[in-house]
């Protein structure tokens, strides 16, 4: 794949991943605002998250969509302001997109199962 | 601080006026201009090097806002020099005039404009034609949405005013910036030109249009008027689509 290729389609999923949080954000605001009407406690919340599918399926997406946009973003800055860029760099930042991924989708299974 | 020069009657309103002096570790010096009425800041330096200081070095030519050569930084902004009127942009009786932001220094108000023109040889932004002079005129008609995008950016001057306004400009050395990548912009629309795929491979890459973050500086400074933002938004829509194709 060509360098412009690449660096477009990068582009393209930082763009497309924040159309996904600007939606999944708002939901996430609607849904805390409904679901402290009643209190806040950890009991209501799992009564709520437990066997819940769409939740899962919507908190889900929301994690893989933190995750791609994050690091391309960190990327944009880390170049613009340090002199930190290269290969380096790439490994660093998948990294971090395994490790948000990761602890994002561990979050999200933890109030689900 | 620099010496100060100039002489004034009791009868003349003055201007002061700051100039840089030297390179990129010069200072300001400071000079007492007498105001004129429709005076331009072209003007007030012309003033300054044959009356007050000879050895001030600056670039003009055409003095009318056709060639691009007399831009300079006037009270922290980029502008065209010989068409900014005293009265548009004194503050408080002052004027700070200094060279071209993000170029180097050559001297005084003078800047090495070559960074900025190799971007556009860079960015490709050489017109590739595929016919000969045998070859019929082509009919390139006015109201296509190509024509209609090419005459919204043609009018670039190359004054560099856009680059030294540009933020990612100074950010990121390697960004083609505003100019460069408007030129591009005329030629991807150019019907003429055969080789739309290889302008957008040498903008769609790191430090072409996709470092753009749209602060519309570039816009909102240009003398001529062009939104090299609109043609960069066009330029990212243009490679997304190539790279979805899998033609960049």
């Known amino acids: 794949m060509s360098a412009a290729r690449r660096d477009t389609l990068l582009w393209l999923a930082q763009r497309w991943s924040a159309a996904v949080l600007a939606l999944c954000l708002l939901v996430h605001l609607a849904g805390i605002i409904y679901a402290v009407r009643g209190g806040l406690t950890a009991a209501e919340i799992l009564g709520r998250t ?28 880390l170049t613009e302001w340090t002199l930190w860029r290269g290969r380096s760099q790439d490994l660093a930042l998948a990294a971090l997109a395994v490790l948000l991924l990761g602890l994002g989708l561990r979050a999200v299974w933890a109030v689900v199962q | 601080m620099g010496a100060t020069a100039g002489e004034s009657s009791a009868q003349e309103e003055m201007l002061e006026v700051s ?54 930084t006037v009270n922290g902004v980029a502008r065209w020099t010989c068409r900014s009127h005293v009265d548009q942009v004194i ?76 933020d990612v400009v100074g950010w990121r050395p390697e960004y083609l910036g505003p100019a460069a990548l408007n030129r591009a912009w005329t030629l991807v629309n150019d019907v003429r030109d055969v080789s739309r795929l290889e302008h957008l491979k040498a903008v769609a890459s790191e430090g072409g249009c996709l470092s753009c973050h749209t602060h519309t500086s570039c816009s909102e400074r240009c003398p001529k008027k062009i939104a090299p933002t609109a043609g960069i938004s066009g330029l990212k829509r243009a490679c997304a689509r190539a790279a979805l194709r899998g033609e960049l």
């Open chain 2, 19 to 72: 100039v840089w002096h030297g390179t990129e570790n010069g200072e300001f010096r400071h000079y007492r201009v007498p105001r004129r009425d429709s005076q331009t800041v072209l003007d007030v330096v012309t003033y300054i090097q044959r009356h007050l200081d000879p050895s001030l070095s600056y670039r003009f030519a055409c003095r009318v806002g056709m060639c691009g050569s007399c831009a300079m």
């Open chain 2, 91 to 166: 503050r408080d009786g002052r004027l700070e005039i200094a060279p071209l932001a993000h170029l180097p220094v050559v001297r005084d108000l003078v800047t090495d404009m070559r960074p900025f023109f190799d971007k556009w040889a860079q960015a490709k932004g050489r017109f590739q034609g595929g016919t000969t002079r045998n070859d019929p005129v082509a009919r390139v008609p006015p109201d296509t949405p190509e024509r209609r995008a090419v005459d919204a950016a043609i009018e670039c001057i190359g004054c560099g005013v856009c680059y030294a306004s540009c």
């Open chain 1, 50 to 77: 437990r066997g819940n599918a769409p939740f899962a399926l919507f908190y889900g997406l929301f994690v893989v969509a933190i995750s791609i946009h994050a690091p391309l973003g960190l990327r944009a800055i």
